[in-house]
């Protein structure tokens, strides 16, 4: 019985984990020359802000336990623990990489109290973060646990425009497809980009991808 257990568990681990590699779509080789040439003309404004999040998983009913937005000249906008619903608990594999206890969320405020804030926070701006496709669906769910309607700022991929400035795609027939590169990945690649001591914490991922995003730039830009 225990060895049934163990067999079905991988296999609810590999499937969650196939689901997420499916979020990164495969993209015509005009695509990337389409992005790098957007990259050499973004000019991070006001109207720029970064997102991330952790959370309790990355399953189809998991949730937001901490997130963080920063400006694009890095003002912290928010910056919080997020109370999770009692639908879903933390999982043992998000817990290794973030590190979050539950008990940490213990006087966290819940996502319905920090909707505002944090909609105040994007309102009007372009949202940059690392693995887009993720923290959308991630932010979604838990506005849909609490009943609250979907954000309506659109989404920029940081990992995408990484991938297509240092060419980091596997071939796929005709076509190139993104690779679900790490931001720790990234960070070896560009080590004055790295940030803090806590990878896999909203705040310092915040920090690390506008980082990342600026030397993107200047990178674009250099060879253009």
């Given at each position: 019985m225990l060895g049934w257990l163990l067999i079905i568990g991988f296999v609810a681990e590999y499937w969650k984990t196939f689901k997420l590699l499916k979020e990164l779509q495969s993209i015509p080789e005009a695509m990337i020359s389409r992005t790098k040439s957007g990259l050499s003309k973004?000019?991070?404004?006001?109207?720029?802000?970064?997102?991330?999040?952790?959370?309790?998983?990355?399953?189809d009913d998991d949730e937001i336990i901490e997130i963080a937005v920063i400006s694009e000249n890095d003002e912290v906008?928010?910056?919080?623990?997020?109370?999770?619903?009692?639908?879903?608990?933390?999982?043992k594999g998000?817990?290794?990489?973030?590190?979050i206890?539950?008990?940490?969320?213990?006087?966290a405020p819940s996502w319905d109290e920090l909707y505002p804030k944090f909609i105040e926070a994007i309102e009007g701006r372009n949202t940059l973060?690392?693995?887009?496709?993720?923290?959308?669906?991630?932010?979604?769910?838990?506005?849909?646990?609490?009943?609250?309607?979907?954000?309506?700022?659109?989404?920029?991929?940081?990992?995408?425009?990484?991938?297509a400035q240092v060419d980091r795609f596997k071939e796929n027939g005709k076509n190139k497809e993104y690779k679900r590169w790490k931001l720790l990945d990234a960070?070896?690649?560009?080590p004055e980009c790295a940030y803090g001591d806590k990878p896999h914490r909203a705040l310092v991922d915040c920090e690390q991808t506008r980082l990342l995003t600026k030397k993107l730039i200047k990178s674009a830009n250099?060879?253009?």
């Open positions: 973004l000019k991070l404004t006001e109207a720029h802000v970064f997102v991330d999040a952790e959370t309790t998983g990355i399953s906008l928010l910056d919080t623990f997020v109370k999770h619903t009692s639908r879903v608990e933390i999982s998000a817990g290794n990489i973030h590190g206890k539950k008990r940490s969320l213990k006087n973060t690392y693995n887009s496709d993720f923290d959308e669906r991630l932010i979604n769910q838990t506005c849909l646990a609490w009943n609250l309607p979907k954000p309506p700022n659109k989404y920029f991929c940081v990992m995408k425009l990484y991938a960070m070896l690649v560009y250099t060879a253009a």
